[in-house]
Structures are given as structure tokens and as C-alpha cells.
């Protein structure tokens, strides 16, 4: 065999691997998949509606219509499960009416929903010392503050926590000093403190 000569069946080859090269696939990326669509809820003309929705109910909530804007909360909740604005507005309609007990049910849930939302917390802290449990309110705005450390009502509203303990703590010193030493006068600094707003 010359060294210029290929064995036919080289040559086949050859010519396999060629005609191969020339059909592989080329390096362009597979085409992107359709976007999903959004469920209906999420169309902008039931955002519209939905927010249409909430001004409704905040308006009756300023009405003092509560019933009212608690049964159109309740209607939106039920479009929008997971739609924390609300819930959250009906927990204040709730508190506003002074149903406490189902606006500390409200706000817990929405809260064990909704963790990152400093103003759960702090609506839910308000209600717990509306209730003088200032150990729970407490716990709640450290939620709130650690949600958001800039969150200034969680930050007032801890000072006041604080301030109302001090007060009791400084009764407590009253009580058993018999009214002598500087509770008296740290008490009053307090309430004077407190009488602020």
C-alpha cells in the first residue's frame, strides 16, 4: 500500500465523520420555556379591585363602621389568602371596635405568617399592654426592632414598655420602703414621662 492511498474503508469513515461535523447540533442555548401566567387574582384589574377594596374598608374603619369593614376585610382575605394587608387592617377594625381578643387572634397568625413584618409585631405588642402584659409587649417589639432596627413606633413604643416596668418596679420600692427613699420622686419622673404624647 502507497503512502498516498487510504483504504476504502478509511476513506467511509472519513467521510462519516465529516458529514457528522457538518450536521452536529449547533451551541446555540435551548429557547426559554413561555413565561407561567399569573393566577387571575394578580391580573391588574383585580389589583385594581383589590386595592379599590382596601380604601373602601379603611374608609368605613375611619367611619367607625367596623362591622363593615371587617365583613369587606374578611371578603378580601378570602380572594387573597396570603395577602397580609388585610389581615392587618382587619386586626386594627378588630382593636378599633374593641374586639381585643379576636384582634390578638388576627395579629398572631398574621404574625406567624408574616415574621418579617415589624408592624405585626408592634400592633401585636400594643395590644398585649393595652391587656398590661408588658412582658409579651416587650417580647413582641424585640421582634419588631429586629425585623427592622430602624423601625422608629417599635422603638418608641419599647421605651414606653420600659418606662411603664420601671413604674411598676418603682411602686413596688414605694410599697415596701413605706414611701421613704427616691421612689417617690423616680416614679413621678415616669408617669410624668408617660403623660407625653
Same mark, same amino acid.
Given at each position: ?69 371587617? !365583613? @369587606? =376585610?374578611? +371578603?378580601?382575605?378570602? *380572594? %387573597? ?9 382587619? &386586626?386594627? $377594625? ?68 420600659? !418606662? @411603664? =416596668?420601671? +413604674?411598676?418596679?418603682? *411602686? %413596688? ?9 427616691? &421612689?417617690? $420622686? ?12
Amino acid at each position: 500500500m502507497s503512502p498516498r492511498s487510504l483504504p476504502p474503508v478509511a476513506l467511509v469513515y472519513a467521510f462519516a465523520a465529516a458529514v457528522a461535523f457538518a450536521q452536529a447540533p449547533s451551541t446555540k442555548p435551548p429557547a426559554e420555556p413561555p413565561p407561567t401566567p399569573l393566577p387571575a387574582e394578580y391580573s391588574d384589574d383585580a389589583r385594581r379591585a383589590f386595592a379599590a377594596g382596601l380604601r373602601e374598608a379603611r374608609e368605613l374603619v375611619a367611619q367607625k363602621r367596623y362591622d363593615a369593614a371587617i !365583613a @369587606r =376585610l374578611d +371578603a378580601l382575605s378570602r *380572594e %387573597r389568602p396570603r395577602e397580609p394587608q388585610a389581615r392587618f387592617l382587619r &386586626a386594627v $377594625a378588630q382593636s378599633e371596635a374593641g374586639r381585643h381578643d379576636d384582634a390578638l387572634a388576627t395579629l398572631t397568625a398574621l404574625a406567624a405568617d408574616f415574621p418579617e413584618l415589624p408592624e405585626v409585631h408592634n400592633n401585636l405588642a400594643v395590644v398585649h399592654a393595652a391587656r398590661g402584659n408588658l412582658e409579651l409587649a416587650k417580647a413582641e417589639l424585640d421582634l419588631a426592632i429586629a425585623a427592622s432596627p430602624d423601625y422608629a413606633p417599635a422603638i418608641e413604643n419599647l421605651g414606653d414598655v420600659y !418606662a @411603664r =416596668l420601671a +413604674a411598676r418596679q418603682y *411602686e %413596688r420600692a414605694i410599697a415596701l420602703e413605706k414611701g421613704k427613699g427616691a &421612689a417617690p $420622686a423616680k416614679l413621678k419622673l415616669v408617669r410624668d414621662a408617660l403623660a407625653v404624647r
